[in-house]
Every structure is written in structure tokens, then in C-alpha cells.
């Protein structure tokens, strides 16, 4: 009994550690990169790209291929040992090994292999490239918890501050300082900020719901995130330049890496298409053997008159006939040799080169390299936007991080100077000078100012992170 409590209740505290996990940014990108599904699609055509270099590989390879047949004949057929026309019933069977390799194919085997290399290395730039995506796509959604996180506690907090201006307000009323209006007007801001609190607290669970749903994680009631120790780290890149920070993205990113090796794929299909103009050399050997269980016939000495004399003349002159021995044969029924004995009887070998050369295919291959060689300048374009498309989302991101951090500095100073308003007009609203309107008006203000200043502390980090992404840091080494 002692035993199954202990065990009871330490299966409870793990189901209650279970049920108050937090997750960190660093845990989240971490598990969106293992079981996010287009992370997975990328890695499947990475997978795809190994096949690829597999089939290359095997070009190098001699083709092996081994046949067999068995047949049963019945009626007029012809025998497959003699050649013969025979109409009788008869198991037939053949065997043939082939072997083939190309001498040389106008180097489009080797093309082939180079393209396969290329063609993986693209394959992972993609991955790398989605892997960026979906930890932005993350850290964008946790950043966007944690400010909603943030706005929840300011509303909470301005709210307790109303709870006791209601209760000093009442007592006032009562004492008949302050008119009951008063205490309508606060009580009105509490019904205000309660619905804004309903509404903060919606958006919280609604962001989970999509930072869950990103993460792919189905447990949406008992999904958290922590939400303590983010604040604004700067590596850095804030002093650095704008050029400084296109060079070292052009160097890293994985958008002008996919473009350089769609040249390169571009490039080496030229020369594949170029080689079908080169003539082929090839070798081939192949073996082949035959059974059949027909009988067949054969002349043979007939054993009772083995020997005939017949006339084949006359002497010139005398009449004398001329006279000579010949065998004498008879057609008899011969059965079929054993199975073994005829593979080796009636095989054969047969071998040698065969070359090919193109003289006229109907403009398929001058046709196939002219397309490739606009597929190559196409290439070329691409790389060169993605280039320039880069330069503009850098410069974008980094007058993007500029203006935040603007942004963040002016609410800060908002906030200050609200602060001191709002504590003014406490202090005036305490001492009768002011009315309930003119204070809620004051401390709307105030927590407006937080929010902004939440909001613009969170846009801030955001747009740091994404400049350090584009200047070459791995989405799972960013500081917060």
C-alpha cells in the first residue's frame, strides 16, 4: 500500500511538471526545425538529391542482365537446337547473359555526376533556407505572446490601481467631498478596462494557439511559453553599416546560394545537352544457350544389310558392269541429348564495340542546347535579382531595425512623461483638485504609453533579430 502511494504520487508530480512547462524561444525554434512539415518536405528532397547521385554514379557501372524462358510447343513448330520444322509436342528452354558498358558517351556521364553534386548542395541551401524561415516565423510568434503577455499586466495592474481609487472615491462620496459622479466615472474606466483585460487575455490564447499550431503541438490548453528574462540584446549590429551587413548576407544567406548553383545546374545541362553531338562508344558481351526434349532422326548402318552393291557403270566397249559398295542407312529415332549436356552443346558467345554518331535528328539536339542556353541566361538574371532583391530587403530590415529602435527610444520618453502626468493628476484628484473625468482621462494616457512602449520594445527585437539573421547568425545562437 506504502509502495503504490509512492508511486501514485510520483506519477503526479510528473504529470504536474508536464502540465506547467514553459517553453523557451531556444526550445521552440528547436522543435518547429524537428517537426515542422516543410522542414521535413526540404529534407525528403534531400533525400531525393542522394538518389540522384546514386543514378550518377551507377553510369560508370557495366549493365548485367541475365534471361531465361521455357516453352512447351505442340503441333508444326520449329526446334530451337535443330532449326528444324517438326510437328510433335516438345519442352523447349533457353538461357542468355548480356553485359554492356559504355566506353564513352560524350562525357555526359561525368556531367551527370557533377550536376548531382550540385544539385544536393542546392538541395540543402533550400533546407537552410526554410530552417531561417520557420525560426523567424517562430520567433515572431513567441515575441508576439510575450508582448500580449505584457499588455495583460499592464491592463492588470492599472486595473488594481482603479479598484482603489473606487474604494477611496466611495468613501469620499460618502463623506460628501467629491460629487457621486465621481464615482460613476471610475467605476465606468473599471467596466473599461475589465473588458480590455477579456480582450488581452483572448489575444494571449489565441497567439499560443498559433505559435502551438506552428510548432505543431495539439496540447493547445496546456501550452505555455516563459515569458520572463526577454529584453533588448544588441550583439552589436546596430553599429554596424549597411554595407557591411549586404556583404556578409550575400556571403551567408541561402537565397543568393540557391540562385549561384541554379547557374551552375544551368551551366553543366549546356554541356550535357552539348555532348548528345559527340559520337557513343560502347562494348558488349553476351552468352546464350538452348535446350529442347524433342527426338529427332539420323541415318544409321543398317545392322542386317549393313552394305549394298549397286551398279554406277559400264566399261566402254566390253559392257562390263562397273560396280561399287555402298552403306546402307537407315532413318532411325534418335532421343533428346541430357539437359546438361545441351548447355554446353548448343551455346554460343557473341561480342565487340558498337559506335554512334549523330549526323541528323531532326534539330532535337541543336534545339535541346539552344534551350539550354537560355535556361543558363535565365539562371544568370535570377541570380542576379536575388541579389538585388536582397540588397532591398537588407537595407529594408536595417532602416526597419533604425526606425524601431527610434521608435522604442520616443516611447520610453512617452512613458516618462506620462508617468509624471499621471502622478500629477493623482496627486490632484486625491485633494479634490481635479474630477474623476479629467484623472481617467490621465491614466488612460498612462497605460496607453505602457502598451505602446511594449509594443515598440518587442518590434525592436524583432527587427534586431532578423538584421543579425541577414548578417550571417544561426537562427538557434540569437540572444534575447
Request: proline share 2%; aromatic share 8%; glycine share 6%.
Amino acid at each position: 500500500m506504502k509502495k503504490s502511494i509512492i508511486i501514485a504520487l510520483f506519477l503526479f508530480g510528473v504529470f504536474a511538471q508536464a502540465q506547467s512547462k514553459k517553453w523557451t524561444l531556444k526550445e521552440c525554434v528547436v522543435y518547429a526545425l524537428e517537426n515542422n512539415i516543410s522542414v521535413k518536405q526540404s529534407e525528403l528532397d534531400l533525400e531525393v538529391a542522394d538518389v540522384e547521385k546514386l543514378l550518377a554514379r551507377g553510369n560508370f557501372l557495366p549493365s548485367l542482365n541475365i534471361g531465361s524462358g521455357v516453352s512447351e510447343n505442340t503441333g508444326l513448330s520449329f526446334n530451337p537446337v535443330t532449326n528444324n520444322a517438326q510437328t510433335t509436342t516438345f519442352l523447349s528452354a533457353s538461357g542468355n547473359i548480356n553485359v554492356g558498358y559504355t566506353l564513352f558517351d560524350g562525357l555526359r556521364n561525368i556531367r551527370q555526376l557533377q550536376r548531382s553534386d550540385i544539385s544536393k548542395l542546392a538541395s540543402q541551401y533550400r533546407l537552410d533556407k526554410m530552417k531561417d524561415d520557420i525560426s523567424l516565423f517562430v520567433a515572431n510568434g513567441y515575441l508576439t505572446v510575450i508582448l500580449n503577455k505584457a499588455n495583460l499586466e499592464v491592463l492588470q495592474s492599472q486595473n488594481e490601481v482603479t479598484k482603489e481609487q473606487i474604494e477611496r472615491t466611495e468613501d469620499l462620496v460618502e463623506a460628501g467631498a467629491l460629487p457621486r459622479g465621481d464615482l460613476l466615472e471610475i467605476r465606468a474606466t473599471d467596466a473599461s478596462e475589465q473588458q480590455l483585460i477579456i480582450n488581452a487575455e483572448n489575444n494571449i490564447q489565441i497567439s499560443l494557439i498559433s505559435l502551438a499550431q506552428l510548432l505543431l503541438i495539439k496540447d493547445y490548453e496546456n501550452f505555455d511559453i516563459e515569458d520572463e528574462g526577454y529584453d533588448v540584446v544588441d550583439t552589436g549590429i546596430a553599429d554596424k553599416s549597411i554595407s557591411e551587413i549586404i556583404a556578409s548576407a550575400k556571403e551567408s544567406r541561402s537565397e543568393i546560394k540557391i540562385a549561384e548553383q541554379n547557374v551552375e545546374l544551368a551551366n553543366v545541362d549546356l554541356k550535357i545537352a552539348k555532348g548528345a553531338n559527340l559520337p557513343t562508344l560502347s562494348a558488349f558481351f553476351g552468352y546464350n544457350t538452348r535446350f529442347a526434349n524433342t527426338t529427332s532422326f539420323a541415318q544409321q548402318l543398317d545392322p542386317d544389310n549393313p552394305i549394298s552393291t549397286q551398279q554406277i557403270g559400264t566399261v566402254e566397249g566390253t559392257g562390263e558392269a562397273v560396280v561399287a559398295d555402298f552403306a546402307n542407312t537407315i532413318l532411325t529415332e534418335v532421343a533428346a541429348d541430357p539437359f546438361i549436356n545441351q548447355l554446353y552443346q548448343n551455346d554460343g558467345i557473341g561480342y565487340g564495340l558498337q559506335l554512334n554518331i549523330p549526323i541528323l535528328n531532326g534539330f532535337n539536339v541543336r534545339g535541346n542546347v539552344q534551350r539550354n542556353k537560355v535556361n543558363l541566361e535565365r539562371s544568370k538574371f535570377q541570380l542576379e535579382q536575388a541579389e538585388l532583391d536582397l540588397e532591398s530587403t537588407v537595407y529594408q530590415a536595417y532602416v526597419d531595425a533604425k526606425g524601431s529602435l527610434k521608435s522604442y527610444e520616443a516611447a520610453k520618453t512617452a512613458l516618462e512623461s506620462q508617468q509624471l502626468a499621471y502622478d500629477y493628476a493623482k496627486e490632484r484628484y486625491d485633494v479634490g483638485l481635479t474630477n474623476a473625468f479629467d484623472f481617467s482621462q490621465s491614466k488612460l494616457r498612462f497605460d496607453n504609453a505602457k502598451i505602446e512602449l511594449n509594443r515598440a520594445k518587442y518590434d525592436y527585437i524583432f527587427k534586431l533579430k532578423v538584421l543579425e539573421l541577414f548578417f550571417g547568425i544561426p537562427a538557434t545562437e540569437l540572444k534575447f
